[in-house]
Nanobody, 124 residues
Framework: RVPLVEFGGGSVESGGSLTLYCPTQ???????SGWFRRGPGKERGKVATFDDSGYITYEDSVKGRFTISRDHAKGDLILQLTNLQPEDTGMYYC???????????????????WGQGTQVTVSS
């Protein structure tokens, strides 16, 4: 079992920034790690993913605004959110998946471990 707890969410105005953290001690080989979000009335979808070689993918609407990274010393999975827009509002989750064929395209239902989420609210 991989304990995951996200923090760093909050309420900001349009154009604002937040940084989300997900501390974990997950051995990186064979693991996918990523951030997902569920907006109001929407299904949970990918925001950004990391495979065990360091290859990164982003959902199209966040490219150039969000950055996923990993603090190897602390074991944190990090998501930096800039130029936030109201459509970015939602619950943000970190997740890990083992032996997934393609971290960037595998459906959320196939990922193995999830945190409880941290809320991001962006007002116009």
């Amino acid at each position: 079992r991989v304990p995951l707890v996200e923090f760093g969410g909050g309420s900001v105005e349009s154009g604002g920034s937040l940084t989300l953290y997900c501390p974990t001690q997950v051995y990186e080989k064979y693991w996918c790690s990523g951030w997902f979000r569920r907006g109001p009335g929407k299904e949970r979808g990918k925001v950004a993913t990391f495979d065990d070689s360091g290859y990164i993918t982003y959902e199209d609407s966040v490219k150039g605004r969000f950055t996923i990274s990993r603090d190897h010393a602390k074991g944190d999975l990090i998501l930096q959110l800039t130029n936030l827009q109201p459509e970015d509002t939602g619950m943000y989750y970190c997740a890990y998946g083992l032996f997934l064929v393609d971290c960037g395209t595998t459906a959320p239902s196939r990922w193995d471990y999830w945190g409880q989420g941290t809320q991001v609210t962006v007002s116009s």
